[in-house]
Structures are given as C-alpha cells and as structure tokens.
C-alpha cells in the first residue's frame, strides 16, 4: 500500500508500508510509565487517550480520592488483594514473536540469497565491468584487440591506421605531444583517459609504457599467395622460424623498416603485434607486413617459384657476407640464435651467407645479424 503527501515544497512525498503491517493489527501503546513523583505518567496529549487524573489545575478529584479506591497518595494504581483487580503492565505488552524470523519472508525488504541450485554467474574470463554482452562474444573480441605503447609507437599508429584504436590511456606530460590525437579521439568518439603513472602501468600491463598507451584491433595478416600478388621487382622478405623474443622482434622490425623489408613470415603473427615488440620497433612496425605460415617449407617454395632466393646464414660453411653478391629477390632466413635453423629448412638453402668477426663468440644476436645482412642487401640493391 502506498499514500502520497506533499511537503512543503509541493513535492510528493511516498510513503511504503510492508504486506505485513497492512494485514496485522496495530501494536497496542505502550503501557504507562510512572512519573518521577511516583505517579502514573500522564499525557495531555489526546493521542494517547490518557484523561490526566486528579489534576487539582482543573478541578479534579485528588490523587488521594475515594473514588478511585483510596489509594495512597503518590501511587497512581489502586492495589487489591484479588489477582483480578492488579495492573499487571506486562499484559498490555505485546507477546516476543520467537518463530518468526527478523525478516518476514513475504518482506518486500528481505535479503535475497543466491541458491545452489540456481545458475551461477557467466566467467567473463577476467573481463571486469557490467556488460549484457555474451561473455564468449567479450573474449573474442579481446582476441581481436591487443595494446600498443610507447610514445613513438603510438604517434606512428596514429598517422598510419588511427581508425584502429579503441582506447587510449595518457600521462598528463605527454598530452601537448598527442594534441592532434586527442582531437580526432574526441571528434570520433573514441574514449580515453588522462590518469597516474600507476593506473597507467596496470592498463598497459607493464611500466615501461611511455606515458601513453592505444587499445587498438589486431591487424589482419596476410598469406604468401596474397604476398606475392604484389611483388616487386627488388624485394627481400625475412622469414623466422622460431624466434619468439618480443625484444628481438622488435629490433628485427625497427632494422627491417629503416632498410626497405616489406613482410615478415612467422608461424606467430601475434608476437609481432604484441606490446613489447611493438615497442621497441619504435614506429617500424606500422610499415611491415605479417605473413602468416602454418608450413614454413611449403611457403619457401612458393616464394622460389615466384623468382626468389632462399638465403641462409652458416658460421662455418657459409660465403663471407664481403665477398657474397645479394640478389634482388630473396627470402632471408633466420632462426632461433640457440639453435639456429631446423636441417630441413637449411636443406631449402641457395645461398649461405656469413658474417665475419674475431670467432671469440659463437653467433650473433638474432636483431643484430638480421641488422647486418639487411644493410649490406640495400647497399648492393639500392
């Protein structure tokens, strides 16, 4: 049941009462309390219905009167000898319900609780936040979604695919340098925040962010069938098997965009989409191409077919990297620096280069050699 009032403001004011208040009687007033001069304790107030009693202000009977059964003056309740005739208070006081919970159960305002037999919440897999989105639709979307950070990195995506962001965190010191962005942020809706170092470190996932750090969707890589769609006539394409360091990749990424490569083939497109590889490329990364290979030697064919060399890298048996002439079109190869490349992929060999030095350390830095080979190939090609 609900009863409207309005207050002195004109606003209305809504009253609730529970189902059980509505249906129960009200509880009777509480019994009267004696006075600090021993008398019953009396009221005025016509809401309590307690007609004051031998009120010599208005003319009443004394307190002492013997229509009220003589009783002593000071003692407000007549006494009896019969059990019929005493006041007995706690009768006017309304029975403890000890069966009936603090709660009632049809209480609008009881605490509702979760039953095992009921469904439990959807796992949104670490996703935080209310959504009504499906929670495997969210990873999928996650899947889809990777951070970049690092101010070089991020001001070369923003030139390069800006449409690709769909978050963006900031330090207040770098703003002034990502003036432009935040204006085309703002005027294309996309949501970002200036915050602390530290809330800044917990939405990059490290604390070598840069001051800035762009959610952005995952580029789509490509297959060498549509590589070689647009071949050109000078081209060298650098293939990895097994090289996984996100540093490395990096720096491999940064050498191959300063020296004209154009894609990079892996088994693990996402590594070179990652944070820290994207990072460390400081901008170069925007300028490669993904190339994405479930059969490294099945690609190498199809690269050989297309008029390219497969080039490898040997400490021992390979042609001295001063003497070597490097072809136009070629597929360099490099692997993991411990182990170096698998037999079967050095078997797919038609030119092995390597790279002379003092012979104290047995191989170079992956980042480093590929630095090496690269700068001598645009040094003959271009």
């Known amino acids: 049941m609900s009863d409207s009032l309005k207050g002195k403001n004109g606003k209305v004011r809504v009253m609730y009462v529970r189902k059980e208040e509505e249906e129960q009687p009200r509880r009777p ?42 009783a002593p003056r000071g003692d407000a309740r007549p006494r009896s000898d019969k059990p019929s005739d005493r006041f ?17 159960p049809d209480s609008p305002w009881k605490t509702m609780y979760q039953n095992d037999a009921e469904p439990a919440v959807p796992d949104h897999g670490g996703i935080s936040g209310k959504s009504l989105i499906d929670p495997d639709q969210l990873r999928r979307q996650r899947a889809e979604e990777t951070r970049v950070y690092g101010e070089n990195a991020c001001k070369a995506l923003f030139k390069s695919r800006p449409d690709s962001i769909v978050r963006a965190w900031f330090v207040q010191s770098v703003t002034p340098r990502f003036r432009d962005a935040l204006r ?6 996309k949501a970002y925040h200036v915050v602390e170092e530290e809330e800044l470190a917990l ?9 800035v750090c762009f959610l952005i969707k995952k580029r789509v890589g490509l297959d060498a069938a549509l590589y070689l769609q647009q071949v050109e006539a000078k081209d060298c394409v650098l293939a990895l098997e097994d090289v996984s360091n996100p540093h490395n990749l990096g720096a491999i990424l940064r050498s191959c965009a300063h020296f004209g490569v154009r894609g990079v083939m892996t088994g693990d497109s996402a590594a070179l989409e990652s944070g820290a590889a994207v990072r460390t490329a400081e901008g ?10 479930d059969d490294l030697l099945n690609d190498l064919a199809r690269f050989r077919a297309a008029g390219y060399t497969i080039v490898t890298t040997s400490s021992h048996n390979g042609v001295p990297l001063s003497q070597a002439t490097m072809p136009e079109k070629m597929v360099l190869v490099l692997g993991e620096e411990r182990a170096g490349l698998t037999p079967e992929v050095v078997a797919q060999t038609d030119l092995a280069l390597s790279i002379g030095g003092t012979g104290r350390v047995e191989s170079l830095n992956v980042s480093v050699a590929t630095g090496i080979l690269l700068a001598e190939w645009w040094r003959q090609n271009h």
Request: aromatic share 2%.
């Open 29 to 70: 007033s509480r019994p009267p309390q004696s006075g600090r001069d021993g008398n019953a304790g009396r009221s005025d107030n016509p809401r309590r219905g307690d007609a004051p009693r031998g009120d010599s202000r208005r003319g009443d009977a004394p307190r002492g009167d013997s229509r009220r059964g003589d």
């Open 88 to 104: 007995d208070d706690r009768a006017a006081r309304p029975a403890p319900r000890r069966d009936r919970p603090s709660t009632s």
């Open 184 to 189: 085309w942020m703002a005027a294309n809706r």
């Open 203 to 211: 939405a990059s996932g490290t604390e070598h962010h840069g001051g």
């Open 284 to 293: 170069g990364a925007e300028h490669i191409s993904s190339i994405h290979t």
